[in-house]
């Protein structure tokens, strides 16, 4: 069963890869977004206040071009261990009272789920799978049934699949 979240209290706690440009603008001004080079160095001394969703939040982006630049061995061995090192390392510095949110614009288009398993995916040209890199094994070791679907609407009728379908929120990574 695919869960979705309408409400804004992903933007201050967990892990999201957000696409929807609406979104990202209630979260964060345009300067205030980190690379992800900066979020690396971050991580050797974490700030005290965030800069995103009023203190509570950490945006990044860079997490597309990292990937496509990657082999698709060498992309599932940096999510899978270097990337996620420090996923964790922000989590445990603010013992999960904290929002890192990814911006990647083309995340819509890029991330596709198999129905019977809901499993997440990236489309990676390199990856050697048709399917791309197995993105919630990756990131969210494999607890994809917690995964949110994050919907711009209202309206409890919105398809999940659909326009309204902004990003993808976990709330903790372990």
């Known amino acids: 069963m ?5 409400d804004d209290a992903w933007m201050r706690r967990g892990f999201t890869l957000l696409w929807g440009l609406k ?9 205030q977004v980190v690379s992800m080079r900066q979020f690396f160095a971050m991580a050797n001394a974490w700030p005290e206040e965030l800069p995103a ?23 599932e061995y940096w999510a899978e ?9 922000f989590q445990d510095e603010y013992e999960g009272q904290a929002g890192l949110i990814f911006w990647i614009p083309s995340g819509r288009n890029r991330i596709s789920m198999t129905g019977a398993s ?15 890199l197995h993105i919630g094994r990756l990131l969210w070791s494999g607890a994809e049934k917690e995964i949110e679907r994050l919907l711009d609407s209202e309206d409890s ?5 659909g326009k309204a379908w902004v990003g993808l929120h976990h709330p903790r990574i372990s």
Do not use: M
């Open 157 to 161: 009728g919105t398809d999940y699949d």
């Open 23 to 31: 979104t990202l603008a209630h979260v964060v001004q345009p300067s």
């Open 118 to 132: 809901e499993e997440y995916y990236w489309k990676h040209s390199a990856s050697g799978s048709g399917r791309g």
């Open 2 to 6: 695919v869960l979705t979240r309408r």
């Open 53 to 75: 969703s009023g203190g509570d939040a950490l945006v990044v982006s860079g997490f597309e071009g990292c990937l496509d630049v990657l082999s698709g061995q060498d992309a």
């Open 81 to 89: 261990n270097d990337l996620k090192e420090v996923i964790l390392s």
